[in-house]
């Protein structure tokens, strides 16, 4: 299991659409989440929209692998098709957030963990701005998660405490891209169980 967290804008989604066609017996987990579609989003491709309600009962059934309140929405990693891809010996990638990351990580302590940073926050700002996909409001609260997030990161770095094995900085996409291929090549060379 490969967990790929930093905050959102920061590139996660593009590094790894790019770099999953690579490789073979990789699968990449689609989260839930309880907000809205967005323009030229896929069910069951992006996201599987569903109903809070139903989201609710589901986390409290246990259902889900890791799940996080992000803003006012809900997301979460339906664990089911996690555990059948890595019992038929796929790789997965998580594609999530830091809260769902520390979760993941307490419970699959051999998970690897890789975060991807923006080059800066106001570099962050500018793309979720370009995205042209949230509110004035969901920027400042995604901001506001990545500035926590950010602090958190660099504190933990110099406590030595490393929740994360790779931090990637996604200051050139390509670059970027080519980095989480090496990393992700690393991991699964790695992996005692092959």
Not at 92 to 100: D, K, W, Y
């Amino acid at each position: 299991m490969i967990v790929i967290s930093g905050p959102s804008g920061a590139g996660k989604g593009t590094l790894i659409a790019r770099v999953v066609p690579q490789f073979d017996h990789l699968a990449v987990s689609v989260s839930a989440t309880t907000r809205p579609r967005r323009a030229g989003e896929r069910e069951g491709i992006e996201y599987y929209h569903v109903p809070r309600d139903e989201f609710v009962r589901r986390a409290e059934a246990g259902e889900f692998l890791e799940w996080a309140v992000y803003g006012d929405n809900l997301y979460g990693t339906p664990a089911l098709p996690v555990l059948t891809n890595l019992e038929a010996g796929r790789d997965v990638i998580l594609e999530i957030e830091l809260q769902g990351a520390r979760q993941v990580i307490a419970r699959k302590p051999d998970a690897a963990m890789v975060f991807i940073a923006p080059p800066s926050l106001r570099e962050l700002e500018d793309r979720l701005r370009r995205r042209n996909t949230e509110s004035e409001e969901a920027i400042e609260v995604r901001m506001d998660h990545a500035r926590d997030e950010m602090e958190e990161l660099a504190h933990d770095a110099l406590r030595e405490s490393r929740e994360f094995h790779y931090v990637i900085v996604n200051d050139d996409v390509d670059e970027a891209a080519e980095r989480l291929r090496s990393v992700i090549e690393r991991i699964r060379e790695n992996d005692p169980a092959r």
